[in-house]
């Protein structure tokens, strides 16, 4: 076998994390928190590839995305291919593709990985997890609260408090509806919504400028709607039938007990492809005051497919912006091993009464690791405590014969003879 | 927004698969019988980024592996990155990069995706699934003993009989010396291993023509010797350590009750990085006769970091030939969805306590979903009979006034008349 020359470094791709084991407990802890709540109300899981043809990406994505933050390449074959930056085209590709066989509406949930090519920072990193949840096949409102209700049960269900978070809501055909009454064309409309969503990551004065630039001596009327919900819905009329839908989603997410419900004009979603209901958890801490995820309805993201229309809603939840909430609120759980029992050997001569016992052990459910070494039984322990395993037995002479065994527990000291029987249960009380 | 030109495909990238849930549920069940096995072994998860720097398979992977199937590209900034075509490498990179904070031996496992750029056929995918489990820190047979138990063990959670597939097992040391005997140099022993490795794969004539160039006149000699174990340990002599440990790992499989082992001389495994003990499972099935998976030891893969030495054991295996397996031995179960009961209503009015009664059965733990279209009732229950969902509920008038509800069984047609509490245990009766 050749050596290599030079030495390979250990740090991971600039960018990604490693998932030690204390890392992917807490991962493993969120997806199972999400997969409880979005299971208990009818969502099944699907996935995907990360490699999707380049092609997915150039519609509706958003010019910034496509152009400056993929991964994409050509294979060998000459492809253009993209690690997918969102799930949202990959789902609307696969029920595009599959819709004839396919009973509506369908309730469908992930959690896949996505890429994006960004400076690594806070919150930031180029390969995230993201549960992604979504409803096709209703138009009914009652599909935009089931989604919405969901986001705000994973919440709590990770035991965040009400007052910890805060669900902004907006509809993307109000602000279609205020953008028809100053006139303004395809072209202008959407210049103006992207204006208005990098409204909080850019200066007063560069959004005036912008705005000014495509609303002209409108500018300063519509920066005072910007300010005042009020305004802004008797500008439009309240029994504009977007308005009261909206309007209906909040009564109907406040009589259901979800009160930390606002409207916010100036949601917009970065995605070109939300057509309505748009809605954004935020971080009420004012340590970490920031977007912790969101969604929205969008029906007309098919048609790239030039499948018939299907309407669709949901939302994406990733887990770098989760994780940075739950620490922010100290709702991340401590580290535990899955393995409970080690079992050591006071001689190389009982291996084959270790393996035995713990083959049995294994036989009732039980995690159980064994030591190899040829180590000291001291040493031994402290390899389990180091590992977190909760119990050990140690296995010589006395134990072979007389088949009772010391368990000890590592937390408390506490040590306690038990027959092989009664193992599993000093492990797993009876509650 | 704007409308696309040309109608997006609906198909996948190339030799990769979409997971509709019913695939996702077989991958599910894979993976969850995989990990009941490791798990109870006292393996705990870990997890890494499939992005790479390109260097980390450079050094050992084999050159086929590198040059010729990888996904390699550079990034924006330059960076040689390749979507890992194995796990292996990323471990033995994480051990090293914690080496200090470890406490070894470490068993760890996960469930990574893996990437080769290869022409799509059965069994051969482009993106696919793979168990890694790996031991390390102890040299003692004991590790190699315990890999190959689970190996084993995972094939009896999946329902397989003994008779049904095979462990094959190898030492690369045996190898080793024989070509020693031959006194052939480094690169011709390297040579030579790839050419027995290819064995099956090309044709006798081909083979013997290989061997023939790498061991001149010895070659007929050599011939003899792979075709009989007898004569190859003879002429290595069974007091040989190595022959010694390879008959000990067997006995010792054998008199735990696994008794579908044996010694495969020409059992060498594609990577270059294996020291020591190697193996495969094989198919015994005449139509689906070839490995379904394998690994070994490679307790020198720490080199290429730098690190000291560090004994490791491990396998990977991969979903796609598993589920080959498990098809053509009938072991893969009937899809069942996660949802249990669909609610259903006679008139959009009952829409709150629809979703009343649903979430009042959330908080219970059933997974309920709820019809939102404005179909007939008759219609509703056959979008639940197409979701495979088992239990409906039907909400009017009556329902709202009595609060007692039908709960349809949609597999057998029987109905029962409950209670708001007896839902549940209908649904999910006390056995």
Redesign the interface.
């Known amino acids: ?4 020359a030079k ?8 960018g ?6 204390e ?2 407990y807490i ?2 802890y969120m997806f199972q928190k999400m997969r409880e709540v979005v ?15 380049s ?2 990406y ?3 994505s958003g010019e910034e995305i496509v152009n400056d933050q993929t ?1 994409s ?1 050509k ?3 000459d ?1 253009d ?1 993209t690690l997918r930056p969102e799930m949202t085209p990959t789902v609307a ?2 029920v ?3 819709k004839r066989d396919l ?6 949930y992930s959690i896949p ?1 996505l ?1 994006r ?1 960004e400076q690594p920072q806070r919150g930031r990193v ?2 995230h997890f993201q549960l992604n949840v979504d ?1 096709f096949g ?1 138009e ?1 409102i ?2 935009d609260l ?1 989604v919405i209700k969901i986001a705000y049960q994973i919440m709590k269900n990770f035991g965040a408090k009400d007052s910890d978070f805060q669900i902004r809501i907006n509809d993307r055909k109000i602000a279609s509806e205020l953008y028809k009454l100053y006139n303004l064309n ?1 072209t202008d409309s ?1 210049k103006l919504s992207k204006v208005i969503d990098k409204k909080n990551k850019i200066s007063k004065e560069s959004f005036e400028e912008a705005v000014e630039i495509i609303l002209k001596d409108k500018a300063s009327e519509f920066m005072v709607l910007l300010t005042s919900n009020e305004k802004l819905l008797t500008k439009i009329g309240e029994n504009n039938p977007n308005v009261k839908n909206l309007i209906s989603i909040i009564e109907n997410l406040t009589s ?1 007990g979800i009160t930390n419900v606002v409207f916010d004009q100036t949601l917009m979603r970065g995605f ?2 939300y ?1 309505g209901t748009v809605f954004e958890i935020f971080d009420t801490n004012p340590e970490n005051k920031r977007s912790i995820f969101g969604g929205g309805r969008y029906d ?1 993201l098919l ?5 018939p229309k299907m309407p669709a809603v949901g939302f994406g939840m990733g887990d770098v912006t989760t994780e940075d909430f739950l620490e922010t609120h100290n709702l991340l759980p401590e580290y535990k ?3 409970k029992l ?1 079992i050591c050997k006071l001689d190389e001569k009982y ?1 084959s009464e270790v ?1 035995a016992l713990a ?1 049995k052990l ?1 036989k009732k ?6 030591d ?2 040829d180590k000291k039984v001291g040493d031994q322990i ?2 389990a405590d ?2 977190k ?1 909760p119990f050990v037995i140690c296995i010589g002479e006395d134990e072979v014969k007389k088949k009772e065994f010391k368990i000890k527990n590592l937390a408390t000291g506490e040590e306690k003879t038990v027959t092989e029987d009664e193992i599993a249960s000093v492990i797993h009380p009876i509650k």
């Open positions: 076998m050749k050596k290599t030495a390979i470094s250990t740090e991971p791709y600039k990604v994390r490693d998932f030690y084991p890392d992917m991962q493993k299971e208990s109300f009818g969502y099944i899981e699907y996935g995907a590839s990360i490699l999707e043809p092609e997915l150039q519609a509706k991964y390449f294979d060998r074959g492809r291919v590709r696969m595009a593709r599959k009973s509506f509406p369908i309730r469908w990985n890429f090519y180029r390969e409803l209703s009914s009652n599909a089931e395809e959407y259901s070109d492809y057509t007309e048609d790239i497919f030039d499948a091993s899955n393995v080690y291996s393996e083959d294994r459910g039980l995690c159980v690791a064994i190899l070494s402290k390899t180091k590992q395993i």
